[in-house]
């Protein structure tokens, strides 16, 4: 809640005139309570996690040909139950979150050290704090995702998660409870570290859930602005990750590509040469590694298909 009763206050404590952004927050949030505005960092997430697969799985249902082209593993179709049946899942632990974040408030307030008045944070602070959230979090669950996939990791907790071979948006939080417990640590990492502003905490886990829904999409589109992002993963990069099923031990990092070419995890040949490897990772551009790794697993899969063949080339039942 603002501490100040009216907007000339809240100028005269800031010592200049509000602008457009820091009046709007003014009206939006002054009156409200602060565990109110934590709490609607769940509501935001499941709001965006309901509508963010809905375009490619309307078109999938009602227009396959259109998304066809782009599809990473085009001789499956993922039934329309199972999407649904990871969303209500989803929409089952949603009130649970939402009231979890309500008695917690008090210890998260502690830990997170959350601001949520005045002055907005600028530009530059916020592309900073998720710059440096996106780096720790990859790192954090690159290791812990190649921990769930120790033999006791895999069978006792990664297995449901990897149940989609050929994964889709919805999918995307279909995992073991345990899982995402874990795999909250490295997204609550940052914010930890570096308190933001709730409006960039907001922005932060937004961008991961889209983040997220992408890399399970099952699609790969050419034109996505993602690519011009300097290491970035993508879509086909995870999804060979679930093609490869339980035995994969490729492609973890859920952002960038970085941390799977340093510990020699990624599906890219390269030369095995150490001076070299750093020579290639320090001068050659993040989009062209980002090309030539899309355009080795795309050919990759198509290898695969051809050597299995017909749909029964993937799964998408239980796998053991
Ligand atoms: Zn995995
Ligand atoms: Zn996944």
Redesign the pocket.
């Known amino acids: 809640m603002i501490p100040y009763a009216t907007a000339a206050e809240a100028e005269a404590a800031l010592g200049r005139a509000m602008t457009w952004a820091e009046a709007v927050w003014y009206q939006y949030s002054a009156a409200m309570p602060d565990s109110w505005l934590h709490c609607l960092t769940t509501c935001i997430l499941f709001v965006i996690y309901t509508i963010t697969p809905l375009p490619l799985l309307v078109l999938e249902q009602f227009a396959p040909s259109v998304v066809l082209p782009y599809k990473l593993q085009p001789r499956v179709q993922v039934p329309l139950a199972a999407s649904l049946r990871c969303y209500m899942e989803a929409a089952f632990v949603f009130p649970v979150a939402v009231g979890f974040q309500l008695v917690s408030y008090p210890a998260a307030a502690k830990i997170l050290r959350t601001r949520m008045g005045l002055p907005l944070p600028s530009v530059r602070e916020t592309v900073a704090q998720l710059v440096v959230y996106s780096l720790l979090e990859d790192y954090l669950s690159y290791w812990i995702?190649r921990l769930?996939?120790t033999k006791w990791g895999y069978e006792k907790i990664?297995r449901v998660?990897?149940e989609f071979t050929a994964p889709t948006g919805f999918a995307m939080s279909y995992s073991h409870w345990a899982e995402n417990l874990l795999l909250s640590i490295p997204a609550l990492a940052g914010p930890v570290i570096a308190p933001c502003h709730i409006t960039t905490q907001w922005l932060w886990f937004s961008i991961r859930l889209i983040e997220g829904i992408n890399i399970h999409s099952g699609y790969h589109f050419p034109f996505s602005p993602s690519k011009l992002i300097p290491f970035y993963g993508g879509a086909a990069y995870h999804d060979y990750?679930h093609y490869a099923g339980g035995h994969?031990q490729s492609n973890?990092a859920p952002l960038f590509t970085y941390c799977d070419y340093l510990y020699r995890t990624d599906k890219k040949s390269r030369p095995s040469d150490v001076s070299w490897s750093l020579f290639v990772f320090f001068f050659e551009t993040g989009y062209r590694y980002h090309k030539l790794k899309q355009a080795k697993l795309k050919s990759l899969e198509e290898d695969n298909v051809e050597k299995k063949g017909g749909s029964t080339a993937f799964c998408n039942g239980k796998k053991d």
Do not use: K
């Open positions: 995702h769930l996939h990664h998660h990897h990750h994969s973890f």
